[in-house]
Every structure is written in C-alpha cells, then in structure tokens.
C-alpha cells in the first residue's frame, strides 16, 4: 500500500512567519494530493488540494507545491495568524483494486503564537 | 442542510461489549470511510465502501466490521476482539471512486472501561 511520510510532527512559528509542511509518498500513480486542516474538537475540512498535472496552486495565504519527480508535496503558509494553530494532515489518493483510496500523513501540529 | 452526521458523540463501553457507531450522510455521496484518529497516528483507514452492497477492508480491520445496506448509512461496530479500541472514530464520504475531497463527520469517542 501507500506509504506517506509527514515532517514535522511539531511546528512552532511566530505570528506574521511562515510554515512549511512536508509529505513524501511511494506510489508513483497517485494522482491527488489534498490537504486537511482540524482545529481543536472539529472535523478535518479540506484547504486546499493538487492534482498530479499541476506543480503550484495557491489559495490567498495557501500555496501547494508538487514534485511529483521526487514524490514530495508541501503546503505554505505565509503571513501566519493564531487562528491557523491546528493540526494538518496530508492525504495522498492512490490506486486499490481500481479505486482511489486516501491514505493520509501523522499530522502537523501548527502552533502560531502572536 | 446536507451533511454527514455520526453518533454518539462519546460512548463508553465495558470490555468484551461489541458498540456500533452510526454514520449517515444526505449528500448523496457513493463512497464512505471509515478512520481511526491516535495522537501521533494520524488517520488510518479502518473500513471503506465505493457502493451500496459492497466493502473493503483497509489498513487496520481486524476487530472491526462494517456494512452498507442503504446509500446514506455506514455503520462501524467495534467487537469484543478489537484489541486497543479506545479511539477517536471518524467516518468521512465522497463522491465517488475517482480522486475528490472527504467529507468528515464530527467524529464519535469510544472510551472502553
């Protein structure tokens, strides 16, 4: 199956800094790369997403990168804000018996503190 | 107001009891999951269904089971054999097999005792 990696498990920044979080996968054919935000008690809800045929995607404050090359995708997030302190997942959609099956990361624990 | 609703909310059970978790969703939606949420585990695939009448396991079944009788309905029991199953459940669906964003419910916490 899909192996997904996540770095870092903890990431504290300052408000008005920037993060990056990391995710690195194993199956080439993976075509679909979301990324879940979970605040405190709530449900994941998606920001942002990339499919395989594109490299950038930006959302105001939100950027994906792809590098589909080295099997690595990052989210950044400028401008940081304390309401963005939540935990991050990345997720990877990869192929099962001729189905897409998300398979997602540890988690990003992100702490901004103002 | 279309979403995907789970409970309880929390549970409590003694060991050796089987609970179900209900999850139902008025999206319409053709795929449901379920996931196990661990501090430091991220989320794992439990349980998952592309159509009605039909499931797969995921990468940690064992203990648990599923079925899915209806469209809107994805019910997880959690049985007497599920070794550690104190957790935080989460069922999520989609709109089909190709490649989309998850839909989450709240989620349900099961504390055994």
């Known amino acids: 199956g899909e192996n997904v990696e996540q770095h870092p498990s903890t990431l504290s920044v300052q408000e008005g800094d920037s993060a990056v979080i990391k995710c690195t996968y194993s199956d080439s054919a993976s075509n679909y790369f979301p990324w879940y935000k979970q605040e405190l008690g709530k449900r994941p809800q998606l920001i942002i997403d990339?499919?395989?045929?594109?490299g950038e995607k930006k959302d105001q404050r939100i950027a994906v990168t792809l590098n589909k090359t080295a099997k690595h995708f990052s989210l950044h997030i400028t401008e940081t804000q304390p309401e963005d302190s939540a935990v991050y997942f990345c997720?990877?959609?990869?192929?099962?018996?001729?189905?897409?099956?998300?398979?997602f990361g540890r988690g990003t624990s992100l702490i901004v503190h103002p | 107001d279309g979403g995907i609703t789970q409970s309880p909310k929390y549970l409590f059970r003694k060991e050796g009891q089987n609970v179900t978790l209900s999850c139902e969703q008025n999206l319409n939606h053709d795929a449901m999951y379920w996931y196990r949420q661990d501090p430091g585990q991220g989320l794992r695939l439990i349980y998952y269904?592309?159509?009605?009448?039909?499931?797969q396991k995921g990468d940690i079944a064992e203990g648990y089971s599923v079925s899915r009788e209806k469209k809107e309905s994805f019910p997880l029991t959690v049985t007497s054999a599920q070794k550690n199953p104190t957790a935080f459940y989460l069922c999520a669906s989609s709109p089909g097999s190709y490649t989309g964003e998850l839909f989450f419910g709240e989620g349900s916490r099961l504390t055994v005792l």
């Open positions: 997720a990877v959609h990869s192929t099962s018996g001729g189905s897409y099956i998300p398979t």
């Open positions: 990339i499919r395989s045929n594109v």
């Open positions: 269904s592309q159509i009605v009448n039909d499931f």
